[in-house]
């Protein structure tokens, strides 16, 4: 059972450009997020879906925009990268509304 | 206003007991969740308390006091595998997580 898998785990990025990270699930989980961890931060939360179909802002939501288009798959977008958006990026989903959340193996983003 | 604290970093020994503290002010509150991360590595979850009281899985134990705004992590007999971050999170009342910046648990031998 493979969980949660994100892609690419590390990449580096000229400022300006346009960037996806991909997450897919095969719990058949309602729920999905992304998250940002910073080094002295907690994560911080940047999209969630509910539910297939419908999307919502979070915590630091500027810069980043997601689709969720099918139960498995949440992209996340980054139109026109920064240097502040170099972090650690988290997808993670759960079943219900109290559930444990699951989380991918991360993504490490580096904005030169 | 939501608010996490938990120290930023502690030191123990191996075979030793510690209690990593968390306090949160949450506007409405749906569970305390804890979380290890080792350095690198996703999160995994530990526990969840929703009522007061002391929960007990294996070495670890976790502790929730609603009227205080309170919770602990407790770990036993330490281990080397151990060391790592310990996260604290409350859930708000639109269901969402709210995160400490997590304490670094040292051990040493």
């Known amino acids: 059972i493979a969980g949660i898998t994100q892609a690419p785990t590390s990449q580096i990025l000229a400022a300006g450009r346009r960037m996806t990270l991909r997450c897919t699930q095969d719990m058949r989980h309602n729920a999905m997020y992304w998250y940002r961890q910073d080094l002295g931060l907690g994560l911080r939360l940047i999209h969630y879906s509910n539910t297939a179909g419908t999307t919502g802002k979070g915590e630091v939501p500027d810069g980043y925009s997601v689709s969720r288009a099918n139960t498995d798959d949440f992209p996340l977008t980054l139109a026109s990268a920064v240097p502040s958006q170099t972090s650690v990026y988290f997808c993670?989903?759960?079943?219900?509304?109290?559930?444990?959340?699951?989380f991918g193996e991360g993504s490490r983003l580096t904005v030169l | 206003g939501q608010n996490i604290d938990q120290p930023t970093e502690m030191t123990a020994t191996e075979g030793a007991i510690v209690q990593i503290n968390c306090t949160y002010q949450?506007?409405?509150?749906?569970?305390l969740f804890w979380y290890q991360q080792h350095a690198g590595e996703a999160p995994t979850f530990l526990s969840y308390n929703v009522l007061d009281g002391l929960e007990e899985k294996g070495r670890f134990s976790s502790f929730l006091s609603r009227s205080k705004g309170y919770s602990y992590l407790l770990l036993k007999e330490l281990q080397m595998k151990d060391s790592a971050s310990y996260l604290c999170a409350d859930m708000d009342s639109n269901y969402q997580l709210i995160w400490g910046a997590g304490t670094k648990l040292i051990i040493k031998p």
């Open positions: 993670a989903s759960r079943a219900g509304e109290t559930g444990e959340l699951f």
């Open positions: 949450t506007s409405g509150f749906n569970g």
